[in-house]
Nanobody, 125 residues
Framework: QVQLVESGGGLVQAGGSLRLSCAAS????????MAWFRQAPGEEREFVGA????????YYTDSVKGRFTISRDNAKNTLYLQMNSLKPEDTAVYYC??????????????????WGQGTQVTVSS
């Protein structure tokens, strides 16, 4: 049974940093693109960024470029999201996701097949 478990969320002041982790079990995703999404109350789930299976390539939504960094450790089957210079508008539940699709630059939630349960990130002003 595939499981993705996020951790590392919490409350932080604007300008602060958090590092999210997503541990996968039940399947090795070393050949799959993995991604982070987020969802604020009353909003649709929003793409944050993704990383190639090797970790050599990443792409991000414009609002987080230069502030967020995605990385992965395939030996640990774990995905990370380093978030710096956090803003109140980054407040959301953050989800990790995996796609079985081999195409690149996927950004729609429906293109991803496995999801974690989410971790809350709250940025105070």
């Amino acid at each position: 049974q595939v499981q993705l478990v996020e951790s590392g969320g919490g409350l932080v002041q604007a300008g602060g940093s958090l590092r999210l982790s997503c541990a996968a079990s039940g399947h090795t995703f070393s050949t799959n693109t993995m991604a982070w999404f987020r969802q604020a109350p009353g909003e649709e789930r929003e793409f944050v960024g993704a990383i190639s299976w090797s970790g050599s390539s990443t792409y991000y939504t414009d609002s987080v470029k230069g502030r967020f960094t995605i990385s992965r450790d395939n030996a640990k089957n774990t995905l990370y999201l380093q978030m710096n210079s956090l803003k109140p508008e980054d407040t959301a539940v953050y989800y990790c996701a995996v796609t079985l699709n081999k195409r690149w630059n996927l950004r729609r939630a429906l293109d991803f097949d496995y999801w974690g349960q989410g971790t809350q990130v709250t940025v105070s002003s």
